[in-house]
C-alpha cells in the first residue's frame, strides 16, 4: 500500500544519479515517517467510514446531491445502480435519473474528474488497470460528481457502501456530504459472520435485514449453521420427517442452562426453510456480494434428526430433539453404512441450494462415549485399521470431504476434526481458540480464524448486572476490537494461510429478533474493520468516533443495537485499603459517584482521581453530560476484611481460563454468578489448598469462602471444605468442614467461631476429581472454583 502513493506525493520519475548519503538517509527517514503516519494517522474526520479505509482525505467542503442529479453507470453495473439509488430514495424520497453510458471503461474513465462532464452525477465505473486490487474501489467526491471505480463489481459495491455512510440530509430534498477521496481494499478476502438457526428461527424477512447490515460494513460471508439437537431448520425432500419432526422440540429451558433443576416452557417449537426460502436468501445475499456457506452438522449434535430417524444412531433410541443447550452423547453412528448414504443425500440437495465454492460439516463436540459401547462403530475401526474413536471421527470426516470433492466443493471444519486427520482440502475454524489455529496453519491447513473467547458475539458484552441472559464469559467492544488475526508465532509462509476472519452467534439465549441485534451490534462494526482494515490503520479512539457517527445509520435502519459501549470500566488494586480507578471513553463527559449505594445524581461528587476505600463500601458511579445522566449506572460492592492484600500461597494452580492470580482470592471483590468477571479461580480436577498469612497475630472470629456449583457447565462444590488456623503455621487446628452446599449458584459459606489470636488461615477444598457416571460430562475433569476468601 505504501509504495502506491509515493507517485502522488514525489512525482513518478526515479533519480538514479549518486546521491549524498545524509540525504538518502533523511529522505528515507521522511519516507517512512510519511507512510507510517499515512498508515497509522491518516484518518480523516469527515470520513468517518468503518471498516476504516486504506486512504481517506477530505478537503473540507461539502457537495450535495440534489433531486435533478442522476447517475451514469456503465451496463455491468445496473444492479449497483438501482442500489445506489435506492438508498439516495431512503433519505429523500425521490429517485435520481439512470444513465447507461455502455460498458466502455475507457471512454468514461478519460472524462472522469474533468470539469464540464455535467452537473451532478454519481458515476460509476469499472477500472482494473486503475484499481488494481480485488473488491478495490478508488471513491472520489467533487463539487459536481462523486465517481466510484472499481476493480470489479464488489469493488463498486464496497464504495458504495463507503458513500452510504457519509450520506447525511441537510434538508428534505438536498443530501450532503464531504469531498475528497477513499482509496480502498479488503486485507482478508475471508470476512464472515456466523449464524446459529438451530436453537432459535429467525424469519427471512429478518436474515435479508441482516445480510444487509453485513454488507453494509463489507462482510462477505454469511455462514448459516442450519442444523443442531434443538431443530433442524433446512428442507430436505428425500427425507420429510426432518420438516414434520426433527425440526420441532417439545419445549424450551427457561432461563440459563447453568441453573438447576431445570424448567422448562412446555411450548413446541420450531419450523425450517423451505428450499424455495432458501433460494431467495441465498440470492438475495449473491445481490450483495455475499456469499452463503451452509452448515450441516455431523457427526455430532445430531440428537433432532436421531428423533425422526432413530436407526442413524448408535442405540436405535428412541431418542428426542433437545429442549435445553449442551452437548449430547448421542450423535450419529459412525459405523453404520446407512449414515453416510443419509448425509450424502442430504449434500446432494444441500449443494444444489447453495453456489459457494464451500460447504461447512461440523465436527465439533462430538462426544466418543456411545461409539466406544457401539459393535458397529468397533467393527468399523477394526476393519478400518484405526488406532481409537479419534481416528475414527477422522474417518468420518474425511469420507465426507471426499464425497464433497466429486461435487466440486470443499469442506470446512470446526478445529476438532484435526485430531482424526483430516485432508488438508480442508478449511479449519479454530474455535476453541487461538492455538488451535496457530498449529492448523504450521501444519499447512487453510485456516478462519473464529477463537470463541475474542469473537463469540453471544457472550455478554458488558458486566452490568441489568444485562439480559447471555451464553457466559465477557467479550466487550474493546476487546473485539483489539483482536489481530494473525499471530506472532507465525511465519510469513505460515500466516499466509490466514485467509480471514469470523464471528460467531449462537442464539440460545437469542430468543427473539431485537435481543440478537443488541448482542451483535456493534460488535459486528469491530469485526468488520478486523477483517478489511489494515493492522496498522486501527485506532480505538478513532473506531469509538466514527461509532457514534454510524449510531444515526443503526437508528434508520432499526437496529436494536447496544447503546452502552462508552459505559464506565474500573481498575481495582488492592492491599490494606482498596484503590479503584474510573474510566470511560465517552468524551467531554463527567463521573461522577457515591460510596453509600445512593444513585449518583448532578450534585454528587465529581470523579478527579483514583477513589480510596478504606470500609466496606457500595460504589455507584453514573456518567453525566452537564446535568444529564448518559447510560446506566455503575455498581460495584466492595467487601473489607483482614485478609486484604496479605500473602497468600497456592498448593495447585489454577488453570485454563480460570488460571488467575492467587492475590484475586483477597481483593476485596466478590465474583458475579455469571463467573465472566475474571474474579473466580478455577481448579481442574485438583484441591484449592491455600494458606493465607496476616502477617502478625490477629485476633479471628469468622473466616469465608464463595464457591460455585453449576453442574451443568461441569462446575462442582467441594465434596469437602475446611478451614484451619494457626500462630506459627506448623501447626494447624481445624475449626470448620462442610461437606454439603445446597445451592445451585454460588454458595456462600461462613463460619463463625470464638475469637482466637491467628496469624495463619488455611483452606482446603476438595475437589470432587472426575465427574460422576450419569452426570453431565460424566468421566471429565470437574471444575472446582473458588472466590473472595474473607476473614474478619
Given at each position: 500500500m505504501q509504495t502506491k502513493y509515493i507517485g502522488m506525493i514525489f512525482g513518478n520519475k526515479r533519480n538514479t544519479r549518486s546521491q549524498d548519503v545524509k540525504f538518502h538517509f533523511k529522505l528515507i527517514l521522511v519516507l517512512g515517517l510519511l507512510f507510517s503516519s499515512m498508515a497509522l494517522h491518516a484518518q480523516d474526520s469527515l470520513f468517518k467510514v468503518i471498516p476504516e479505509p486504506v486512504y481517506a482525505k477530505s478537503t473540507g467542503q461539502a457537495m450535495e446531491i440534489h433531486p435533478e442529479s442522476r447517475i451514469v453507470y456503465s451496463e455491468s453495473l445496473a444492479a449497483n445502480a438501482a442500489l445506489l439509488n435506492e438508498a439516495i430514495r431512503s433519505y429523500t424520497g425521490y429517485l435520481l435519473s439512470l444513465n447507461v453510458e455502455g460498458d466502455d471503461a475507457t471512454a468514461l474513465n478519460s472524462d472522469?474528474?474533468?470539469?464540464?462532464?455535467?452537473?451532478?452525477?454519481?458515476?460509476?465505473?469499472?477500472?482494473?488497470?486503475?484499481?488494481?486490487?480485488?473488491?478495490?474501489?478508488?471513491?472520489?467526491?467533487?463539487?459536481?460528481?462523486?465517481?466510484?471505480?472499481?476493480?470489479?463489481?464488489?469493488?463498486?459495491?464496497?464504495?458504495?457502501?463507503?458513500?452510504?455512510?457519509?450520506?447525511?440530509?441537510?434538508?428534505?430534498?438536498?443530501?450532503?456530504?464531504?469531498?475528497?477521496?477513499?482509496?480502498?481494499?479488503?486485507?482478508?478476502?475471508?470476512?464472515?459472520?456466523?449464524?446459529?438457526?438451530?436453537?432459535?428461527?429467525?424469519?427471512?424477512?429478518?436474515?435479508?435485514?441482516?445480510?444487509?447490515?453485513?454488507?453494509?460494513?463489507?462482510?462477505?460471508?454469511?455462514?448459516?449453521?442450519?442444523?443442531?439437537?434443538?431443530?433442524?431448520?433446512?428442507?430436505?425432500?428425500?427425507?420429510?420427517?426432518?420438516?414434520?419432526?426433527?425440526?420441532?422440540?417439545?419445549?424450551?429451558?427457561?432461563?440459563?442452562?447453568?441453573?438447576?433443576?431445570?424448567?422448562?416452557?412446555?411450548?413446541?417449537?420450531?419450523?425450517?426453510?423451505?428450499?424455495?426460502?432458501?433460494?431467495?436468501?441465498?440470492a438475495y445475499a449473491s445481490s450483495k456480494y455475499v456469499n452463503v456457506l451452509p452448515e450441516i452438522e455431523m457427526p455430532g449434535h445430531a440428537l433432532a434428526a436421531l428423533t425422526a430417524y432413530p436407526e442413524l444412531g448408535c442405540t436405535g433410541g428412541p431418542y428426542q430433539t433437545a429442549q435445553f443447550?449442551?452437548?449430547?452423547?448421542?450423535?450419529?453412528?459412525?459405523?453404520?453404512?446407512?449414515?453416510?448414504?443419509?448425509?450424502?443425500?442430504?449434500?446432494?440437495?444441500?449443494?444444489?441450494?447453495?453456489?459457494?465454492?464451500?460447504?461447512?460439516?461440523?465436527?465439533?463436540?462430538?462426544?466418543?462415549?456411545?461409539?466406544?459401547?457401539?459393535?458397529?462403530?468397533?467393527?468399523?475401526?477394526?476393519?478400518?485399521?484405526?488406532?481409537?474413536e479419534h481416528e475414527l471421527q477422522g474417518?468420518?470426516?474425511?469420507?465426507?470431504?471426499?464425497?464433497?470433492?466429486?461435487?466440486?466443493?470443499?469442506?470446512?471444519?470446526?478445529?476438532?476434526?484435526?485430531?482424526?486427520?483430516?485432508s488438508k482440502n480442508t478449511t479449519i475454524m479454530n474455535w476453541r481458540g487461538e492455538q488451535s489455529g496457530?498449529?492448523?496453519?504450521?501444519?499447512?491447513?487453510?485456516?478462519?480464524?473464529?477463537?470463541?473467547?475474542?469473537?463469540?458475539?453471544?457472550?455478554?458484552?458488558?458486566?452490568?448486572?441489568?444485562?439480559?441472559?447471555?451464553?457466559?464469559?465477557?467479550?466487550?467492544?474493546?476487546?473485539?476490537?483489539?483482536?489481530?488475526?494473525?499471530?506472532?508465532?507465525?511465519?510469513?509462509?505460515?500466516?499466509?494461510?490466514?485467509?480471514?476472519?469470523?464471528?460467531?452467534?449462537?442464539?440460545?439465549?437469542?430468543?427473539?429478533?431485537?435481543?440478537?441485534?443488541?448482542?451483535?451490534?456493534?460488535?459486528?462494526?469491530?469485526?468488520?474493520?478486523?477483517?478489511?482494515?489494515?493492522?496498522?490503520?486501527?485506532?480505538?479512539?478513532?473506531?469509538?468516533?466514527?461509532?457514534?457517527?454510524?449510531?444515526s445509520l443503526l437508528k434508520k435502519k432499526k437496529v436494536n443495537y447496544f447503546p452502552y459501549y462508552d459505559e464506565i470500566t474500573a481498575n481495582w488494586q488492592n492491599g490494606k485499603t482498596i484503590t479503584v480507578a474510573l474510566n470511560?471513553?465517552?468524551?467531554?463527559?463527567?463521573?461522577?459517584?457515591?460510596?453509600?449505594?445512593?444513585?449518583?445524581?448532578?450534585?454528587?461528587?465529581?470523579?478527579?482521581?483514583?477513589?480510596?476505600?478504606?470500609?466496606?463500601?457500595?460504589?455507584?458511579?453514573?456518567?453525566?453530560?452537564?446535568?444529564?445522566?448518559?447510560?446506566?449506572?455503575?455498581?460495584?460492592?466492595?467487601?473489607?476484611?483482614?485478609?486484604?492484600g496479605k500473602e497468600i500461597t497456592l498448593a495447585n494452580p489454577p488453570a485454563g481460563k480460570y488460571s488467575f492470580p492467587a492475590k484475586l482470592l483477597l481483593n476485596g471483590l466478590e465474583g458475579h454468578h455469571r463467573f465472566n468477571d475474571s474474579q473466580w479461580l478455577g481448579f481442574s480436577a485438583k484441591d484449592l489448598d491455600v494458606i493465607v498469612d496476616l502477617g502478625k497475630p490477629t485476633s479471628v472470629s469468622t473466616i469465608g469462602i464463595n464457591v460455585l456449583n453449576y453442574h451443568w457447565q461441569r462446575m462442582w462444590a467441594p465434596k469437602r471444605l475446611r478451614f484451619m488456623v494457626s500462630v506459627d503455621g506448623k501447626i494447624y487446628k481445624e475449626i470448620f468442614t462442610q461437606e454439603k452446599f445446597d445451592l445451585n449458584g454460588i454458595n456462600k459459606v461462613n463460619a463463625r467461631f470464638p475469637t482466637q489470636q491467628l496469624r495463619y488461615v488455611r483452606v482446603l477444598a476438595e475437589n470432587v476429581g472426575i465427574i460422576p457416571k450419569g452426570e453431565y460430562g460424566e468421566g471429565e475433569k470437574a471444575w472446582l472454583m473458588a472466590d473472595e476468601i474473607i476473614i474478619n
Open positions: 472522469l474528474g474533468k470539469a464540464g462532464f455535467g452537473k451532478q452525477q454519481l458515476v460509476l465505473l469499472l477500472d482494473s488497470i486503475k484499481v488494481t486490487e480485488k473488491s478495490g474501489y478508488h471513491l472520489l467526491i467533487q463539487k459536481d460528481q462523486i465517481s466510484i471505480v472499481g476493480h470489479d463489481p464488489s469493488g463498486v459495491f464496497y464504495g458504495i457502501q463507503s458513500l452510504i455512510q457519509l450520506l447525511q440530509r441537510s434538508d428534505k430534498n438536498i443530501l450532503s456530504l464531504p469531498q475528497g477521496e477513499i482509496r480502498d481494499y479488503p486485507r482478508f478476502n475471508y470476512r464472515g459472520m456466523h449464524l446459529d438457526v438451530g436453537r432459535h428461527l429467525y424469519t427471512v424477512d429478518f436474515l435479508k435485514k441482516f445480510i444487509d447490515l453485513l454488507s453494509l460494513y463489507k462482510f462477505n460471508i454469511f455462514h448459516w449453521h442450519l442444523t443442531e439437537d434443538q431443530g433442524w431448520r433446512i428442507e430436505i425432500k428425500k427425507y420429510p420427517k426432518l420438516q414434520s419432526v426433527s425440526a420441532w422440540r417439545s419445549g424450551t429451558i427457561i432461563g440459563h442452562k447453568k441453573e438447576t433443576p431445570h424448567t422448562f416452557d412446555g411450548k413446541k417449537y420450531g419450523g425450517y426453510y423451505t428450499q424455495e426460502q432458501i433460494k431467495e436468501v441465498v443447550w449442551g452437548v449430547f452423547d448421542d450423535v450419529f453412528c459412525a459405523g453404520n453404512e446407512q449414515v453416510y448414504k443419509f448425509m450424502e443425500d442430504v449434500l446432494d440437495e444441500v449443494v444444489s441450494l447453495f453456489p459457494y465454492a464451500y460447504v461447512h460439516i461440523g465436527g465439533d463436540e462430538c462426544p466418543k462415549l456411545k461409539w466406544k459401547n457401539c459393535p458397529k462403530c468397533q467393527q468399523r475401526i477394526k476393519t478400518e485399521g484405526l488406532k481409537d474417518y468420518f470426516m474425511n469420507r465426507i470431504e471426499r464425497y464433497l470433492a466429486t461435487k466440486n466443493k470443499k469442506a470446512i471444519g470446526w478445529d476438532e476434526v484435526l485430531e482424526g486427520g483430516i496457530i498449529a492448523a496453519a504450521k501444519a499447512g491447513y487453510e485456516v478462519i480464524m473464529t477463537p470463541e473467547n475474542l469473537l463469540y458475539l453471544d457472550y455478554y458484552q458488558s458486566l452490568n448486572t441489568n444485562e439480559p441472559v447471555a451464553a457466559g464469559n465477557y467479550t466487550p467492544l474493546s476487546k473485539v476490537y483489539a483482536y489481530e488475526p494473525v499471530p506472532d508465532a507465525l511465519s510469513p509462509e505460515e500466516a499466509s494461510y490466514i485467509k480471514g476472519i469470523q464471528a460467531g452467534v449462537w442464539t440460545e439465549y437469542m430468543g427473539d429478533e431485537k435481543h440478537l441485534e443488541y448482542m451483535v451490534f456493534p460488535r459486528a462494526l469491530a469485526v468488520s474493520e478486523i477483517g478489511w482494515s489494515e493492522k496498522g490503520r486501527k485506532d480505538y479512539s478513532w473506531f469509538l468516533k466514527k461509532l457514534r457517527h454510524q449510531e470511560s471513553t465517552l468524551p467531554n463527559a463527567l463521573i461522577r459517584y457515591t460510596t453509600d449505594g445512593s444513585k449518583p445524581s448532578a450534585t454528587s461528587k465529581p470523579y478527579k482521581q483514583a477513589i480510596t476505600l478504606d470500609r466496606s463500601a457500595e460504589l455507584k458511579a453514573q456518567l453525566f453530560i452537564g446535568k444529564r445522566a448518559i447510560g446506566r449506572v455503575f455498581n460495584q460492592h466492595f467487601q473489607h476484611h483482614l485478609g486484604l
